[in-house]
Structures are given as structure tokens and as C-alpha cells.
């Protein structure tokens, strides 16, 4: 039997409308939006997956935490601000932002309570230390009088740096990227998406001091890269060692090792 | 189906309602204007249902690494295409690495994933869709890309031809072949349908 057109038509249009439901697109979104929260209120990796987990199972923690750290930060904070805000137009009834964000902080916080405040300990205790480092390290890299600074923090990750704001995708030649551009441009911004997520959850105060962690964590091996990729292999060291002693599970451990791969390759290379 | 018909298809019709107007440059509108496109067209491509939300991801990670080189000379759904098509083709291949599963057998079988799982397509009770599907995973990976991109993501041969970096004429020829198949394997799964009570 050989099927008209009218036939063929009624299949291809049965795989035209293989749409995903408005539930599959609101969790789609909301899982951008969990990693938006990330880079947006830097609530932290790990308790990002928790959240991850606990909404949308364990595919999207594994895939988060394979991610490239710029990935993460990038797409997460390009993505994050404009779902959450009202500056897009959407022709469907978009989930609030707000709503959202207050759901995953509340996740957060309920799942992660009790390791955001062992991560904030760790931070707050070790980080004064810092200066205490030996005399190249100190001379080398000076501390940056940021890591404290939680309202900062939502900023320095993407923005902080040249290669971080490169990898975060500059969305165009010309302009600049989401994540950098200010409320006052009347574009969403990642503190703006902050903002709106305080208002949401102002009792969220554990992901908030996680901010400090990430942020330090982030501007320490983004310098290490950028001496490895300068060359500069003492640097890239010595801030490797420097994030391992300050941060030794740290959120991007990860992204320590694979600083520490390219630099046992790249001393085998000489 | 002939070169002609795929001709006729190549003539302006209606896209996707959310096809802009404007150049699209922002990541934020990409997504939201074409993630469901996307989704399907992953889906259609072979990508198991557990992973069409990191696949989806990946895409975009990809588009967004890729934005500033974007010159613009092509369309944006024909570029998301291509970048779909490739990660697709990525999770099909780490599929078939993947050592079986009875979570695996079922979604590479959508009458399985449907008859146990009370899946998508039962719940939308859509019989058509299912075969349609079960048509689709039985073309080769070349026909059922193209099969895709022509017949439910609607691309022109042209299109097709710089997506798949392939020449025109093996798009028409290709795709000839692709609705052959699926067409008779639609067949054949509608003959069995109506002779089982």
C-alpha cells in the first residue's frame, strides 16, 4: 500500500507538532535559570546541583558540573537575567522569574543549609590567612579586596576579567555582553537578576555568602589560566597552590586539576 | 515525492511563529524564540528523551560561543540547525557506545518507552506521532537527517545543502530516498497496526 500525500502530510505533521509541552518548556527554563542562578546570585555549583537534582534530576548535575567553568558562568548569565526580568517579549505566559528563583533558593536552602554554612566557616576563616602567604605569593598576587564582598561578587566572575568576559560570549562585535551591561542601559543585568531574586528570597543568606567563595575561587583560577597562557608557569602554579590551600574542595576543584593537567603537560613539554 | 516537490517547498512559507523579523543577536531571544525548534529537532534527530535537555544545553553553549562569529549571511534557524545536527549526531554516537539498558532499549524504541512508561505520546494519545516516530528511527542516520530538516523542520534544498555541506543535488536525491523509506516503513507498521485486534 502506498501512501498519497494526504497520508504523508498526517505523519510529518504529527512530527511538525512534537513540540515540547508548556511543562517541558518551563522546566527547560527553569533549569537555564538554576544555572543562571549561579552566575547571577552565585549561589555556588554545588548547591546549584542540589537544586539541580532535586527539580530536575541527576542528568543536569552531571552536565553542570561537566561543563567548562567560563561555560557555566557565561551562558548561565546571559541566559539568567533576560528570563528572569520582563524585558522579553514572550509569546507564551512565561514562568516569573521571581517565582522561580524563590523555588530554587528555597531548595537551596533547605537542601544546603547546613554546607553553605561550613563553606562560608571555611571561607571567612581561611581567607584572612591569605596575606599570611608566603613572600613571592603575597608579592605576586596580591589579594583583591573583593573576596569579602558578597554585592560584588555577582559581578566579578563575569566581568572581572578579559578571558571570563570572553568566554562569556560578547553576544556581538560592538556591543556588550548581557552579563556586563548596567540596569542604568535598560538592559537586565546579573545584579539586576539579583535584585529581583532578593525581593523573591530575602531569606536566602547562605547562597549569598557563597558569592565570596565562588568569586574568589573564580578570579584566583582565572589568573592561573591567564599566567598559563601567558606562560608564566610560577604564577600558574603558585595560584594553583593557592586556591588547593584555601579552597581544597572548592567549587572549582575541578577546574584546579585541569590547571594542574596543563601544567604537569606543559613542564613534560620542556 | 520528486525534486519538484522539494522545489515547491524551497518557495517562501510559513515558518515557525516565532521566526523574527529582525536580526537576532541576543543569546536570550535566540533561546527563548527557538529552544522549542531546537527541541524537536534533536528529538526528531535521535536524541534520547534523558538527553534532550543536556543536548539542548549544549547547543546553546555552543551558540554562545559562536554568537560573535555569526556574520548574519545565514539564517539564524538554519545556523541553530547545523549546530543542532552536529550535537545530535555527538548523543547518538555516545548512545551507541553506551552499553544497552532497559531505561535505553525503551527510549530508542518509542513504542516501548509509550507502552511502559505512559510516556509523552501516549499522554497526548498521539498513534500518528508514535509510528511517525518508530518511521523515523528506522531510517539510517543520512536519510533521517535529512528527512528532518526537510519534511518537519521545513529547510529549503539550499538550506539543507549548506547544513549538511553536501551538494544539491545529493540533497534531492537523498531525500528521495529518505521519504521512500520512511514511506514504506509507515506502511509497514500501519499493516501491522490494523491486523493486530
Not at chain 1, 537575567?81 to 524563590?102: K, M, Q, R
Not at chain 2, 543542532?84 to 525503551?106: I, M
Not at chain 2, 530508542?108 to 505512559?118: C, V
Amino acid at each position: 500500500m502506498n501512501l498519497d500525500d494526504d497520508d504523508d502530510s498526517i505523519f510529518e505533521q504529527a512530527l511538525r507538532a512534537d513540540l515540547p509541552t508548556m511543562a517541558q518548556q518551563n522546566r527547560l527554563r527553569q533549569r537555564v535559570l538554576a544555572a543562571g542562578v549561579a552566575a547571577g546570585t552565585v549561589v555556588g555549583t554545588t548547591n546549584v546541583a542540589a537544586a539541580t537534582q532535586v527539580s530536575f534530576g541527576a542528568s543536569a548535575l552531571s552536565k553542570l558540573s561537566a561543563l567548562s567553568w567560563p561555560a557555566k558562568l557565561g551562558l548561565s548569565a546571559a541566559l539568567a537575567a533576560p528570563i528572569a526580568g520582563a524585558t522579553l517579549p514572550l509569546a507564551y505566559a512565561p514562568v516569573s522569574g521571581a517565582a522561580i528563583v524563590s523555588q530554587v533558593r528555597s531548595s537551596v536552602a533547605t537542601v544546603h543549609a547546613r554546607a553553605a554554612s561550613k563553606a562560608l566557616a571555611r571561607a571567612n576563616l581561611l581567607l584572612p590567612a591569605a596575606p599570611q602567604a608566603g613572600p613571592s605569593e603575597r608579592q605576586s598576587e596580591p589579594q583583591p579586596a573583593a573576596l569579602n564582598v558578597a554585592a560584588r561578587a555577582a559581578v566579578v566572575p563575569v566581568s572581572g576579567s578579559a578571558s571570563s568576559s570572553a568566554a562569556a560570549g560578547t553576544l556581538a562585535a560592538g556591543q556588550p555582553s548581557v552579563a556586563a551591561q548596567s540596569p542604568a542601559a535598560g538592559q537586565p543585568s546579573v545584579a539586576a537578576f539579583d535584585s529581583v531574586a532578593h525581593e523573591a528570597a530575602p531569606r536566602a543568606s547562605e547562597p549569598l555568602r557563597n558569592e565570596s567563595t565562588l568569586a574568589a575561587e573564580t578570579q584566583l583560577l582565572d589568573r592561573a589560566f591567564a599566567a598559563l597562557a601567558a606562560g608564566d608557569r610560577t604564577a600558574a602554579a603558585a595560584l594553583v597552590a593557592e586556591h588547593a590551600r584555601l579552597f581544597p574542595n572548592g567549587l572549582l576543584r575541578q577546574e584546579r586539576e585541569r590547571a594542574r593537567a596543563r601544567l604537569a603537560t606543559d613542564s613534560k613539554g620542556e | 515525492m520528486n525534486a519538484g516537490a522539494l522545489g515547491r517547498r524551497a518557495a517562501p512559507r510559513p515558518l515557525p511563529s516565532a521566526e523574527p523579523q529582525a536580526p537576532v543577536l541576543d543569546l536570550a531571544t535566540i533561546y527563548e524564540a527557538y529552544f522549542r525548534y531546537v527541541w524537536r529537532c534533536l528529538r526528531s534527530l535521535g536524541v534520547r528523551d534523558s538527553q534532550l535537555e543536556d543536548a539542548l544545553q549544549d547547543v546553546f553553549i555552543v551558540v554562545q560561543r559562536r554568537l560573535p562569529e555569526f556574520d548574519g549571511r545565514a539564517a539564524v534557524r538554519t545556523w541553530l540547525y547545523a549546530i543542532a545536527l552536529r550535537v545530535a549526531r555527538k548523543y547518538r554516537d555516545r548512545a551507541r557506545r553506551e552499553p544497552t539498558s532497559l531505561e535505553a532499549a525503551r527510549e530508542d524504541d518509542p513504542e516501548l518507552a509509550s507502552a511502559h512508561d505512559g510516556g509523552r505520546d501516549s499522554e497526548l494519545g498521539s498513534e500518528r506521532l508514535l509510528l511517525a516516530r518508530r518511521a523515523l528511527s528506522s531510517l539510517d542516520d543520512d536519510k533521517r537527517e535529512i528527512f528532518v530538516l526537510a519534511r518537519v523542520e521545513q529547510m529549503s534544498a539550499p538550506e539543507i545543502a549548506g547544513v549538511l555541506c553536501i551538494p544539491l543535488n545529493t540533497v534531492y536525491s537523498r531525500l528521495r530516498a529518505a521519504r521512500l523509506a520512511f514511506d514504506a516503513e509507515v506502511t509497514r507498521l500501519r499493516a501491522i497496526s490494523r491486523s493486530t485486534p
